[in-house]
């Protein structure tokens, strides 16, 4: 399936469902809580939009980020993530899954840490400008549509995905590093 024409911000957060509710009344934007729908499910109604920006809170690298975030909380172990991220590059090589063209994280300060590693950090670090730490909720998500940053746009994931295991929270992104 051909990745969608518009551009696509995943929310992420504890209020992610408010924020794109304060988007559905905008005629040039498709916004739905899609957090339980699968990843085709996702790309298909993507894909059907003809609007010029579609919003959703299905993260298509959840389980690769939470499998990250378990690993180095000593919650779970590296065969997870190391499944986790097969199944991710397996899904995209098949373009059942799309990386969105940007993450919008609502209240970063408040994240548990080593969350905030993997929005800030592992995720930040491939494409600077593609994740967005946002304050709030409210209809001021609107504004941001307007003035979206521009750069790179994210690398293929067979190109990164592979190196996320070795981005240790607290050194991902810092010169020197891995990653």
Known sequence: MEPPVSTTLVVVGDEASQAIRSLERFPNVQAASLADASDDEVVRWSAG?????????HDPLGHVAAAWVEFFDDQSTFGVLELEIERALDAAGRRE???PDYYVVLHPEDLPVTWKHWWLGV???????????????????????R????????PEV??????????VPDRVGLPGSDA
Do not use: Q
């Not at 979206?148 to 994210?154: F, M, S, V």
């Open 123 to 145: 995720l930040a670090a491939e494409s600077p400008t593609r994740v967005i730490p946002w304050p709030a909720a409210d209809a001021s998500l609107a504004g941001l549509l």
């Open 97 to 99: 899954m799309n990386v």
């Open 49 to 57: 939009s003809n609007a010029p920006y579609v919003v959703h809170d």
């Open 158 to 167: 067979g190109s990164w995905l592979p190196r996320v295991p070795m981005s």
């Open 147 to 154: 003035r979206l940053p521009t750069g790179r746009a994210w």
